[in-house]
C-alpha cells in the first residue's frame, strides 16, 4: 500500500548525462517536497510545491529543477550530474492544510550514482 | 539561524534499559516538533510530535522551550526499537523542514 512512490529506486548515470527522477502520490496531499541526502547527513531541502506554487531553497544549485504536472506528480530534474550530487533522494508529501498538515509521508527513495 | 542538534550519532543500549535520544533546537520562533524513524531497509516515517502529546511505541517526547530541547525516551528499550532517529523542526507559516542529523540506536541483546 505504499502511498509515496518513487522511482527508479536506483539509478545510475554518467557524469553531465541528465536524470530525470519521479514520485506519485496517491494521499492527494497539497504539498510535495525532494530532499538529498548524503551518507551520515541530515536530509536536505531542495524545493518543495505546495499545489503548484513552486518554492526553491536559496542554496539548491540551478542544476536541479523540479516539475509538478499535476497533483500526484513530481519530477526533479538533475541537468548535468556531477560526482557530488551522487545521494539518496528523497520525495516527501504532506496534507498543508488540516489536521496533521506538516506530517510527512516519505517515499521510499532514488539512490542516484554518478560515475 | 535555526538549527536542530542531535548530539549523539550512535547510542547503544541493552535491551531493558532506558533510553534517551537528545535533541536541542535553536529557533526564535514556535516551532513544531517531530521526531521521524528510519527502521532497516524501510522508509522514513514519523514516531511522534509534539502537538499531540502522545506515546508511540513507548516513546515519549516533551518539549522543553526553556531549554529548546525535545529528547525522545524510553523506559525499556526493545530490539526492535534499534534504528535510525531524527529531529526535526518545521518553522511556523512554512513548509520547511529542518533536520537533525540523526542519531542511530542500537539494542543489544
Known amino acids: 500500500d505504499a502511498m509515496v512512490i518513487q522511482n527508479p529506486r536506483y539509478q545510475v548515470t554518467q557524469f553531465g548525462k541528465p536524470v530525470t527522477l519521479s514520485c506519485s502520490q496517491t494521499?492527494?496531499?497539497?504539498?510535495m517536497y525532494w530532499y538529498q541526502q548524503k551518507s551520515s547527513q541530515a536530509p536536505k531541502l531542495l524545493f518543495h510545491?505546495?499545489?503548484?506554487?513552486?518554492?526553491n531553497e536559496a542554496d539548491t544549485p540551478d542544476n536541479f529543477q523540479s516539475r509538478r504536472p499535476n497533483t500526484s506528480f513530481c519530477f526533479l530534474d538533475i541537468r548535468s550530474p556531477g560526482l557530488g550530487d551522487a545521494a539518496m533522494y528523497l520525495c516527501?508529501?504532506?496534507?498543508?492544510?488540516?489536521?496533521?498538515?506538516?506530517?510527512?509521508?516519505f517515499g521510499a527513495g532514488s539512490r542516484l550514482t554518478v560515475l | 539561524a535555526q538549527r536542530v542538534t542531535q548530539p549523539e550519532k550512535l547510542l547503544s543500549v541493552f535491551k531493558g534499559a532506558p533510553v534517551e535520544l537528545k535533541c536541542n533546537y535553536s529557533?526564535?520562533?514556535?516551532?513544531?516538533l517531530f521526531w521521524y524513524v528510519q527502521y532497516s531497509r524501510q522508509r522514513l516515517q514519523l514516531l511522534l510530535r509534539?502537538?499531540s502529546r502522545e506515546s508511540i511505541k513507548g516513546f515519549t517526547a516533551d518539549l522543553n522551550k526553556g531549554e529548546t530541547s525535545f529528547h525522545l525516551k524510553k523506559p525499556f528499550a526493545q530490539e526492535e526499537d534499534s534504528a535510525m532517529y531524527y529531529c526535526?523542526?518545521?518553522?511556523?507559516?512554512?513548509?520547511?523542514?529542518?533536520f537533525g542529523t540523526g542519531t542511530r540506536l542500537k539494542v543489544l541483546a
Open positions: 494521499l492527494n496531499h497539497n504539498v
Open positions: 526535526a523542526l518545521i518553522r511556523s507559516g512554512t513548509y520547511k523542514y529542518i
Open positions: 529557533y526564535s520562533g514556535s516551532p513544531e
Open positions: 509534539h502537538i
Open positions: 510545491y505546495y499545489d503548484k506554487d513552486f518554492n
Open positions: 516527501a508529501t504532506s496534507r498543508g492544510a488540516g489536521a496533521g498538515a506538516n506530517v510527512l509521508t
